[in-house]
T-cell receptor, first 114, second 115 residues
Framework: GENVEQHPSTLSVQEGDSAVIKCTYSDSASNYFPWYKQELGKGPQLIID?????GEKKDQRIAVTLNKTAKHFSLHITETQPEDSAVYFC?????????????FGSGTRLQVQP | DAGVTQSPTHLIKTRGQQVTLRCSPKSGHDTVSWYQQALGQGPQFIFQYYEEEERQRGNFPDRFSGHQFPNYSSELNVNALLLGDSALYLCASSPLAGGSTDTQYFGPGTRLTVL
């Protein structure tokens, strides 16, 4: 089955700096890659996703890049703010009805120092 | 527009007992997936339901079972609870058809503690 590895496990940055989180996946059939943000005591919240027919996607301060050949994808957060502090998870799945189980990475705890 | 809701918020059980967790999907969604999230780890897929049937299952024993009702809500049942079943149980919903069928929206979870 699919295996997703995520690093780093913890990341501390100064407010205003950029943060990058990287993930690799094993199943070349995976073609949907969402990123979730989870705050303490809450469920994961989708922040951005990308499909295999796209190499990069941006949404304000957040961007995701995908390299299908190398089977890795990354989350980039620019101009970090204290409210960005949370645990971030990458995930992968095979798009299509009946095959949408998400396989998650182990998470990255991001701390933005004011 | 109500998001995914789960009940109860917290639950404490003892080993060997049985537990039922409940989930109501986001409005307009008919597919429900359940995940188990142990402390400090990423969520792990348990199973997925649509059209009232289990469609896909992760690597969990058959002590874990589920059900989906005609109104698309779902239950997760765990029998013969073990200490290792202590975790946050997350429900996610998505539409079966139409745009963004891959996108899964998560509820706040049910925190299960097994003593």
């Amino acid at each position: 089955g699919e295996n997703v590895e995520q690093h780093p496990s913890t990341l501390s940055v100064q407010e205003g700096d950029s943060a990058v989180i990287k993930c690799t996946y094993s199943d070349s059939a995976s073609n949907y890659f969402p990123w979730y943000k989870q705050e303490l005591g809450k469920g994961p919240q989708l922040i951005i996703d990308i499909r295999s027919n796209v190499g990069e996607k941006k949404d304000q301060r957040i961007a995701v890049t995908l390299n299908k050949t190398a089977k890795h994808f990354s989350l980039h957060i620019t101009e970090t703010q204290p409210e960005d502090s949370a645990v971030y998870f990458c995930a992968a799945s095979i798009s299509g009805t009946g095959r949408r189980a998400l396989t998650f990475g182990s998470g990255t705890r991001l701390q933005v120092q004011p | 527009d109500a998001g995914v809701t789960q009940s109860p918020t917290h639950l404490i059980k003892t080993r060997g007992q049985q537990v039922t967790l409940r989930c109501s999907p986001k409005s307009g969604h008919d597919t429900v997936s359940w995940y188990q999230q142990a402390l400090g780890q990423g969520p792990q897929f348990i199973f997925q339901y649509y059209e009232e049937e289990e469609r896909q299952r992760g690597n969990f024993p058959d002590r874990f079972s589920g059900h989906q009702f005609p109104n698309y809500s779902s239950e997760l049942n765990v029998n013969a609870l073990l200490l290792g079943d202590s975790a946050l149980y997350l429900c996610a919903s998505s539409p079966l058809a139409g745009g963004s069928t891959d996108t899964q929206y998560f509820g706040p979870g049910t925190r299960l503690t097994v003593l």
